[in-house]
């Protein structure tokens, strides 16, 4: 098939594949989504073969009101309500539990008791689910295990010719997923993904929230289950450097000497006091240390990094971030892409 490129003025083009059970990526602020009618399992069925997606993964669910998921749960509690209200539209996913008869489609193994819902920050793509008229499945618009997709080229270079449409609006803003959080057990509100909307920025509006235990302790396992695969991956090695201008011009020494081609993925003001080393490639983050454009930045840093690293034994050397509460979305990504591996002398 040929995957179309829609704009603005295709929405209803758009609605019309979701409503014949086809896939549409779509844009929102974090990252692109694989877009299918949440309702209709075959069409979901096909957004986990597009993408290769382990079969035991749920999807978000995307809405574009308040309104849209109560016909899906069991009950909103006040403090999902207050979420809702403060952070809606915007990047936060909320796990709730599922009525008995929500007739959703979001995983292709359990019956789940719970559903994640989230709505996009996108005008287009609040568009195209009201003129559809139907909730919208929406994983990262990216082969699983790559990392999520930021432009609708990076959408088109992993899925081209697996889907039907693109809608394009640019680049995502905040750049990594959203931040989820199970509100599904009242007392005890949980994030199990960080992302750009922060722990403190929660607890201002509901009071105590606690971080899922793997996201402190490498040795736990997820409570979400996609936390759990290999992620955000290019095909180069990814270190992570996070100490002093010593220790990168130590690493950089290090992985020549390994006869490794060196890429950086750092701050432009680190990489201008590396300018004795030349390196292979580089892209950059920020221009000081600024962990929103880090973030916004990085998964197109490691997209480019593979494809200039593409046949070469190369390795990204990445810029570490303290590991804050606000740092917290940026330095997940990036340890996963890492597969936990730091430069330590
Ligand atoms: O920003 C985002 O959230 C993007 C954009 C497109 O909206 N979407 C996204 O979807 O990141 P995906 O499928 O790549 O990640 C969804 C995450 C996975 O880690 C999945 O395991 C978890 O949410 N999840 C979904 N439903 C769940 C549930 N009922 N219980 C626990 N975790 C769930
Ligand atoms: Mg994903």
Not at 4 to 22: L, N, T
Request: net charge negative; glycine share 6%.
């Amino acid at each position: 098939m040929e995957t179309k490129i829609y704009h603005q003025e295709d929405i209803k083009q758009a609605a019309r594949v979701i409503k014949q059970g086809g896939l549409v990526s779509f844009p929102t602020e974090t990252v692109y989504g694989l877009g299918a009618d949440a309702t209709n399992s075959e069409a979901v069925k096909k957004v986990y073969a597009a993408k290769g997606r382990p079969s035991d993964n749920p999807l978000i669910v995307h809405v574009a009101s308040k309104e849209m998921v109560v016909q899906y749960v069991s009950g909103i509690s006040d403090k999902s309500n207050q979420l809702m209200e403060t952070f809606w539209p915007g990047p936060l996913t909320l796990i709730l539990p599922l009525s008995e008869e929500a007739n959703l489609s979001i995983s292709m193994t359990d019956q789940l008791e719970t559903a994640a819902f989230r709505m996009p920050n996108n005008d287009l793509t609040l568009s195209l689910i009201r003129e559809s008229n139907l909730p919208l499945v929406g994983p990262s618009a990216n082969t699983s295990g790559k990392p999520s997709p930021t432009t609708a080229t990076h959408v088109f270079n992993d899925l081209n010719g697996k889907i039907e449409a693109i809608l394009d609006d640019g680049e995502c803003e905040v750049g990594i997923e959203s931040t989820v959080i199970d509100m599904s057990q009242l007392d005890k509100p949980t994030i199990l993904r960080p992302g750009a909307i922060t722990k403190e920025e929660i607890e201002k509006i509901i009071g105590e929230v606690f971080i899922d235990t793997h996201l402190v302790d490498d040795k736990q396992a997820p409570k979400s289950p996609g936390m759990k695969y290999k992620h955000y991956s290019p095909d180069a090695d990814v270190i992570i450097v996070d100490g002093s201008i010593n220790d990168w011009k130590h690493a950089i020494n290090y992985y020549k000497s390994q006869q490794k081609k060196v890429a950086i993925l750092s701050s432009q003001a680190i990489y201008d006091e590396l300018d004795d080393y030349s390196v292979f490639t580089h892209y950059i983050l920020s221009e000081n240390k600024d962990v929103k454009s880090a973030m916004h930045h990085l998964f197109s840093g490691l997209r480019q990094l593979d494809t200039d690293l593409l046949g070469y034994n190369g390795v990204i050397l990445a810029e570490g971030y303290d590991e804050t509460s606000e740092n917290m979305g940026y330095m997940n990504r990036l340890k996963k892409a890492a597969n936990q591996t730091f430069f330590r002398k």
